[in-house]
């Protein structure tokens, strides 16, 4: 096995063009194979060879260190060593290397595509893995089904030295973030920004500002950072996905994600970098 590294790059592709061997990480029901101390494993080819362990789905993801780089996923029956365990990437956020996210990301959300692409939506035929493209394809009428990505907005909504937190029904305990949602077919991502916000929290904001952007995989989303700043309007849960909502202090905030593990978390200390500086 390979030790895990910080230094570790990652370079997606989907047609894989090298003679050397490879590395594989192990995913089983969307978990991955790590050790009991929750630190993901990386298989080269000769390590596979002497397990007992059995595959459905082997797919080349692109070149980790030059090496290339897949996913296999493991028979239903299949055994695994005492040493070893299946930890969802939730469990593993914040502990393993940006690039091996990305990886991780990348097996997680190709494995959801193609095992809910099996039949043709036109014919109800089986679909077949493309040659050259990273699509699963029909002949009924050159129909390609592609990765889907669903884009999505993330705004931290700030007012002088107050930001605009919220806590979802589906958090833990007084967990609070950003606000974020879904872009809608048709809609442009500063669009969905006023929508999404007025819905949540009935506020309207104003200079926004891109940050950046993060591949979700929770299971396929590409979530598009902003900063935005208030405008107008008097904080109103909506009582559906927030169930709280206020101004924290810079100086005072609630449980917030860390930028380690997610872009919200980043927003949050870009800010705070800033008002600090």
């Known amino acids: 096995m390979i030790p895990l590294v910080s230094n570790l790059v990652f370079t997606p592709e989907n047609i894989n063009s090298s003679s050397e061997s490879g590395v594989s990480i192990i995913l089983k029901n969307q978990e991955f194979l790590t050790s009991k101390n929750s630190e993901i494993l990386l298989f080269e080819d000769e390590d596979l060879k002497w397990s007992e362990m059995t595959f459905v789905d082997k797919q080349f993801i692109g070149y980790l260190n030059d090496k290339p780089c897949f996913f296999n996923v493991l028979n239903s029956d299949s055994i695994l060593s005492k040493e070893t365990m299946l930890t969802p990437l939730r469990g593993l956020l914040g502990r393993m290397p940006d690039a091996l996210f990305t990886v991780c990301s990348r097996s997680l959300q190709l494995s959801d595509w193609k095992r809910n692409n099996q039949f043709c939506g036109v014919c109800g035929s089986p679909m077949n893995s493309h040659e050259t493209e990273r699509a699963m394809f029909c002949e009924c009428n050159n129909l390609f089904i592609y990765p889907r990505i669903s884009p999505c907005i993330i705004v931290l909504v700030t007012k002088g030295e107050e930001m605009l937190l919220a806590h979802n029904k589906n958090f833990p305990g007084t967990f609070y973030s950003t606000l974020a949602g879904f872009i809608e077919a048709g809609e442009s991502a500063e669009a969905a920004i006023h929508r999404e916000i007025y819905e949540e929290v009935k506020v309207k904001v104003q200079n926004i500002e891109y940050f950046g952007s993060q591949s979700w995989p929770f299971p396929s989303q590409l979530m598009l950072g902003y900063h935005a700043e208030y405008l107008e309007g008097e904080i109103q849960p909506d009582g559906v ?37």
Request: proline fraction near 5%.
């Open 241 to 277: 996905e927030i169930d709280h909502a206020d101004w924290f202090h810079f100086e005072d905030l609630p449980q917030v994600p860390t930028g380690n593990i997610s872009i919200s978390g980043q927003l949050i200390e870009s800010y705070l970098n800033k008002l600090k500086n």
